[in-house]
């Protein structure tokens, strides 16, 4: 190896660990969220679920361990739940789960075909909707463990199931609370630039893994958390809003990074950002922790399967042999 060249090779080491950890918020960020919300917890919220912090951190990252090329499937799959580019639905009113969205995806596609090529659902992503999905898992888990400790059985799995869940729904209501995960201009401003912000594809890790992982320790936050938990009435209304209020700030993201605010150790300002945001990370997912403990308390009401329609017994004539084909379709 020429000396050349190997003076290069730990700047290339460099650039693909980077490259391989791009994770949102980088391991460091999505940790201390989790951490924090789980500080947070009111003490109502069972012991089991207060004592988990570190599991609970452990957990934040999750999500961004499933996006390696090694596991193809399952890199694409999920890729879309890490974000939404709310400009895209602007004016439009989000449904409340991922079909209802794909079909009004649809609609807009038909009477918008100038941008019919950026409203498919993983371009526009699904961030609220996994979201939600995952609370509504946590909201399952919570219930069973009620059910365990009424009927005198042991509650450690559903204990352990709440604690997964718990911890993933935070990996996601991290990313929502980053503006950069909330619009097209994800990493590189991308539309009208009368302001001259950075059009380079480095913004987002600089911001969120590199920054975040460098003043870690200045980066204190957890004073930020209003100590008293929130009850969400509508949990989805309330955390399409959250999105929509983390996507007011993402120009002041590209106006900070304009002025040197992510490089080293940053400015008062930049710090203060960051610490802002992940404030906002950390009280959100409280507050859903804590929404689904209390909605586990109700029970849904008992499945009461429907009756038979009634009808003519069939024309022998029209029901086919054994061995005949039949008329109606397959599935």
Excluded at 7 to 22: C, H, I
Excluded at 216 to 234: G, I, S, W, Y
Aim: charged share 25%.
């Amino acid at each position: 190896m020429t000396l050349h060249r190997f003076r290069l090779l730990p700047v290339f080491l460099t650039v693909m660990l980077l490259a391989n950890s791009a994770w949102p918020w980088g391991n460091e960020g999505h940790m201390m969220i989790n951490r924090v919300a789980a500080e947070k917890l009111p003490t109502d919220v069972p012991a089991f679920l207060r004592s988990a912090e570190e599991q609970l951190a452990y957990l934040g990252p999750e999500p961004d361990r499933w996006r390696e090329k090694s596991e193809l499937a399952l890199k694409l799959s999920q890729e879309p739940d890490h974000f939404i580019d709310l400009e895209l639905v602007e004016g439009m009113t989000l449904p409340p789960d991922r079909y209802s969205f794909y079909r009004a995806l649809e609609t807009k596609r038909q009477q918008s075909p100038g941008q019919a090529d950026s409203l498919w659902p993983e371009k526009v992503g699904l961030q609220p909707y996994i979201t939600m999905e995952g609370f509504g898992r946590l909201v399952v888990a919570f219930r069973e463990y009620r059910h365990a400790l009424r009927d005198h059985t042991n509650p450690e799995f559903a204990e352990r199931d709440a604690i997964f869940y718990a911890g993933w729904l935070g990996h996601y209501v991290a990313d929502g609370a980053n503006p950069l995960h909330t619009t097209v201009n994800y990493n590189g401003w991308t539309t009208a630039n009368p302001n001259g912000y950075t059009t380079a594809k480095t913004i987002h890790w600089k911001m969120e893994g590199v920054f975040v992982a460098a003043n870690q320790k200045q980066l204190q936050f957890a004073a930020l958390v209003p100590d008293k938990a929130r009850k969400l009435e509508n949990p989805f209304e309330d955390y399409v809003a959250y999105l929509r209020k983390s996507n007011g700030y993402v120009e002041q993201v590209y106006q900070l990074e304009k002025a040197g605010g992510f490089e080293g150790a940053g400015t008062a300002e930049s710090r203060e950002f960051i610490e802002q945001r992940m404030a906002y990370g950390a009280e959100m997912l409280r507050d859903l922790w804590y929404t689904a403990w209390l909605d586990s308390a109700v029970d849904p009401p008992p499945y009461v399967p429907p009756k038979p329609a009634t009808s003519k017994p069939p024309d022998m004539k029209t029901v086919p042999k054994l061995g005949e084909p039949s008329s109606q379709p397959g599935r």
